[in-house]
């Protein structure tokens, strides 16, 4: 029985198995940033010959499952028009919009 690796090396000139690499580099470097789970699959389909002989013709995918960073929560207020804010509109603001005073500049600036 010929191995399953030798096969994919003959396919696309190899690019499959260099595709398939770079697929589970990416998802071992996100796993390693995120702590979670990640996957590689890799599908292939094998089709028979439209006459048929003994040609087969073969076609892969490869597709991945890459953990992602959880999005922190963000805050926001409903105003009376019904628009999202970050200030809460029934706070009274403890310091009215003005310009800040500009930064003194450090020493050697």
């Known amino acids: 029985m010929r191995p399953i690796t030798?096969?994919?090396r003959e396919m696309r000139?190899?690019?499959?198995?260099e595709d398939?690499?770079?697929a589970l580099h990416e998802v071992v470097k996100a796993v390693?940033?995120?702590?979670?789970?990640?996957s590689v699959t890799l599908k292939i389909k094998v089709k028979p010959s439209k006459d048929g002989g003994w040609e087969k013709t073969l076609s892969a995918a490869i597709s991945t499952d890459v953990p992602?960073?959880?999005m922190p929560d963000a805050v926001f207020f409903s105003n009376a028009d019904g628009d999202l804010?970050?200030?809460d509109p029934e706070q009274?603001?403890?310091?009215?919009d003005t310009e800040r005073p500009a930064r003194p500049k450090a020493v050697g600036d």
């Open 13 to 17: 000139k190899g690019r499959i198995v």
């Open 92 to 96: 009274t603001r403890l310091f009215e």
């Open 68 to 70: 992602r960073p959880d």
């Open 6 to 8: 030798d096969v994919l």
């Open 85 to 87: 804010v970050r200030d």
């Open 32 to 38: 390693d940033a995120t702590n979670k789970a990640g």
């Open 20 to 22: 398939a690499t770079e």
